[in-house]
């Protein structure tokens, strides 16, 4: 028997339950793991509280990235052996042991720690094809990156600065600002104070921006769209303030015969080799120190209610990880 944290009813934080799970042998294409670290997302608040179905449908183990140690494989699995230290994303990540699909799990380079691994997989290769794959950011781009200061937002801005781009985030607070612009955000705005859309003009003299990275959702549209110069590209990967309703395409027409679109990682990352390609990108970023993952709160298992509460309270800061 392992440790795991399940939800058997949708609902607030409190539907996390701990409980003891049975892990069985690996099936064929399975490798069983032995978790070292697990990574804490908005994604799993999205799952926990059914605005996204989840695929075991109920009850279900939360939890979507995670890393540690290979210690079976099942028949067929010839590139991961037994002692292998992997990482992954994956639906069913808060658990001491789980069985994980052998080409969703990626090796880990000597250099990257399992607690960096968790708290990167998921969010760090969103950035990778945000920033490399749906909308190539080059040097000189005005960017526009939302929640700045949180786990995402954090390795966004690092990679942005990096790529060169003019990089403007939108914040909750002072302290967010300072942790944003120390992690490459050329310009904060502080979203509750000031008009974000009149700031984005001010700051860039009126060019706007090139793209627009939305993990907030309703609050935060359709502002966002007039943030972006015409043929610009509007990208809403997440909903921390819930979805963004229905609206009419001609809006897009009016604003600038702009471009819009919600991506997902699990569409980018489907191929076996887009998924190497992504994590190698990351890896390399990471490993060179160009991107650093802030691990700024670590929990023990059993206290899953208390990192879920903690990030919808928003918080946090940077990546949150469980540890078994």
């Not at 380079?109 to 968790?118: C, H, L, R, V």
Request: hydrophobic share 40%; proline share 5%.
């Amino acid at each position: 028997m392992v440790a795991a944290v399940r939800v058997h009813k949708i609902g607030g934080p409190e539907v996390l339950t701990y409980e003891d799970i049975t892990v069985p042998a690996p099936g064929p294409g399975q490798i069983r793991v032995r978790q070292h670290a697990c990574g804490v997302n908005y994604t799993d608040v999205y799952f926990r509280i059914g605005m996204y179905p989840h695929p075991a449908g109920l009850p279900f183990i939360v939890g979507n990235e995670a890393a540690g140690e290979v210690v079976e494989v099942g028949a067929g699995v010839s590139e991961l052996k037994r002692g292998d230290r992997v990482a992954y994303v994956n639906p069913g990540c808060y658990t001491e042991e789980r069985l994980v699909p052998a080409d969703r799990a990626v090796k880990l380079p000597d250099k990257i720690s399992y607690e960096q691994a968790a708290a990167m997989m998921l969010k760090g290769m969103t950035v990778e094809y945000l920033l490399r794959r749906t909308f190539k950011v080059e040097k000189g781009m005005n960017v526009l990156i939302h929640a700045a200061a949180g786990g995402i937002g954090l390795i966004f801005c690092q990679w942005a600065n990096h790529l060169g781009a003019n990089v403007i985030g939108t914040v909750g607070s002072k302290d967010k600002a300072a942790l944003a612009r120390a992690n490459g955000c050329h310009h904060t705005i502080l979203y509750r104070d000031e008009d974000f859309a009149a700031r984005v003009k001010e700051i860039t003299g009126g060019k706007l921006c090139d793209v627009v990275y939305d993990s907030i959702g309703k609050t935060t549209f359709p502002a966002s769209l007039d943030c972006i110069r015409p043929l610009g590209m509007f990208v809403s990967f997440g909903s921390a303030s819930g979805p963004i309703e229905a609206f009419n395409i001609n809006l897009l027409q009016f604003k600038g015969s702009l471009f819009a679109t919600r991506p997902t990682l699990n569409t980018y990352a489907a191929k076996r080799e887009d998924l190497l390609a992504m994590a190698n990108e990351l890896f390399a970023v990471v490993g060179s120190g160009t991107v650093k993952i802030p691990v700024s709160r670590k929990y023990a298992l059993r206290d899953a209610v208390k990192a879920h509460r903690d990030l919808e309270a928003r918080a946090t800061t940077g990546s949150s990880i469980l540890v078994p």
